[in-house]
């Protein structure tokens, strides 16, 4: 069943990220893939995330459509311009991906070609203006299209702001359904109450909102986290109970599974799991 | 120095169509010097838009004044004790001009009359064109004097590309093709060797690319 029939059904959508590799060796990402096929919705390629050069997601994601998987290709505007974007875009819904997820994407400095040029030349609303003119047909320069995609497209939401902060993030959540956003994919939370603030003033249902799990791949992670990232909330208690764990391996793993059990039974229609290079471990997540 | 363009009349007077009263506030710098936003610029619009919201029947009470610079707290500080008569200040500076005024009195609505071009020199009277792109990174001498950041209109390091021909830039005829002009000019001085030097792409974080840019003089800070 495709991703939006999914949601639209509202049978619990499991998505997984999955980084493209940093090379041309795609074995890894697919014996993956292809181990966690029948246990996710589909799978969330992200586009170079942190600004770090990798395999493009387009080719990744066809790679992972010709396996078999339902993918949700991210896309950001840092690294091309409109004509690359839709493109890009067009290669992407002919080559059998049918769901976008627009992103921000992190500033250069974050990634691993700190002297690259930004480009910029348009920003994730105009982007979402053009994915519906694409699907209506033409492209941003009103030029008739040889044949329209029908894209499903999304965009991603932070759940840990509070105050105008989160008034601003809501109006651009509000902008992008005008769009025809159809579901929103949360920025990492590791309990559900990291969730309330957005879900008082949003129906997380009818909005198709999608919460990230986050492994926690170690103690020092979380507090690297705790302490740096004031967004994402993160208990202390979750850390106690991380360091105490005899096996703490098997305990993230624990947690993630708990975390994505505690959202299905809260009446969320999905959630995304994010395995931050712990893609080995998914099958034993995803149980 | 800097370039601007007057904005259309049009957009001005969109940007002013509520008020009743505005100041129109000129700058003696850049905008001085290239016409279009001196106290003669200020005189212009000021009588241009009086007219229109004459004929309108609704006329506007365009107040004139030029600051000595409107990018320099200093002077901005000149208006401490009118800004707020008015129900909108119409700045001719440039895009500095009307964000330092922001700054400075956050109360009041700052709008800008003209559109920030470039940095660039007249090269005829009522002529300018751009020189310099700002990157930060200044490359000028390896190429005899001249800017292809600022002057190809690719910004290519290795240039000319397929698009030069009899001298001029495949993105209009007017645009004078730069790397044609550098390669004459290496040839003409017998130094063609320099342009088999390989220049590394180059760093653009000097540049707006590693974001909004600052310059701190150790020796002035207080």
New interface residues.
């Given amino acids: 069943m495709h991703l939006k029939n999914r949601l639209d059904v509202g049978e619990f959508a499991v998505l997984v990220e999955m980084a493209p590799p940093k090379g041309i060796d795609i074995s890894r990402m697919v014996f993956i893939a292809e181990k966690i096929r029948s246990k996710v919705a589909a799978v969330v390629v992200p586009d170079m995330t942190a600004a770090v050069m990798r395999m493009s997601p387009l080719g990744a994601a066809m790679i992972l459509q010709s396996k078999g998987l339902e993918t949700v290709m991210q896309v950001c505007c840092r690294d091309r311009n409109r004509l690359a974007l839709q493109g890009d875009l067009l290669a992407a819904y002919a080559g059998g991906i049918s769901n976008v997820m627009i992103v921000d994407g992190q500033?250069?400095?974050f990634g691993d070609h700190?002297?690259?040029?930004?480009v910029d030349d348009i920003d994730g609303l105009q982007l979402a203006e053009a994915l519906g003119g694409l699907c209506a047909g033409k492209d941003m320069a009103g030029t008739e299209l040889l044949g329209a995609p029908a894209f499903f497209f999304g965009a991603e939401i932070n759940p840990g702001l509070q105050g105008s902060e989160l008034e601003r993030e809501l109006e651009k959540l509000s902008r992008f359904r005008e769009a025809g956003a159809g579901f929103f994919i949360t920025t990492p939370i590791f309990d559900l109450a990291a969730m309330e603030n957005l879900a008082d003033k949003v129906d997380v249902r009818e909005a198709n909102l999608i919460p990230t799990v986050m492994m926690l791949k170690s103690v020092g992670m979380a507090r690297y986290i705790q302490r740096n990232m004031p967004h994402f909330h993160l208990s202390d208690e979750l850390i106690r109970r991380l360091q105490k764990a005899p096996d703490k391996v098997k305990e993230a793993i624990q947690v993630a599974r708990e975390t994505l059990g505690a959202l299905r039974e809260a009446g969320f229609k999905g959630a995304m799991l994010a395995p931050m290079g712990w893609e080995q471990k998914l099958p034993e997540v995803l149980v | 120095m800097i370039i601007a363009d007057r904005k259309p009349l049009e957009e001005i007077q969109e940007m002013v169509e509520n008020c009743e009263k505005i100041l129109l506030l000129g700058c003696k710098g850049c905008v001085t010097v290239c016409n279009v936003g001196g106290l003669k610029e200020v005189q212009v619009l000021a009588s241009t838009l009086r007219i229109a919201r004459k004929k309108e029947g609704h006329p506007l009470d365009v107040e004139e004044k030029v600051l000595e610079r409107q990018c320099d707290p200093e002077y901005v500080e000149q208006l401490r004790d009118s800004y707020d008569q008015y129900d909108a200040v119409l700045s001719m500076a440039c895009g500095v001009g009307p964000q330092f005024l922001s700054e400075a009195y956050p109360d009041q609505r700052f709008f800008p009359a003209v559109n920030t071009k470039f940095m660039g020199g007249a090269v005829q009277h009522g002529i300018w064109e751009e020189r310099c792109a700002g990157c930060g990174t200044c490359v000028i001498h390896f190429y005899d004097g001249m800017c292809p950041i600022a002057r190809c209109s690719k910004s290519l390091l290795h240039g000319p590309c397929g698009g030069s021909a009899d001298g001029k830039c495949e993105v209009s005829r007017d645009i004078e093709c730069i790397w044609d002009k550098i390669v004459r000019k290496k040839m003409e001085q017998n130094r063609l060797e320099d342009l088999r030097i390989l220049r590394a792409a180059k760093d653009w974080r000097t540049a707006r690319d590693g974001g909004p840019r600052r310059s701190i003089r150790e020796e002035l800070v207080k």
Wanted: hydrophobic fraction near 50%; avoid cysteine; aromatic fraction near 0%.
């Fill in positions: 500033d250069l400095a700190h002297q690259a040029k930004a």
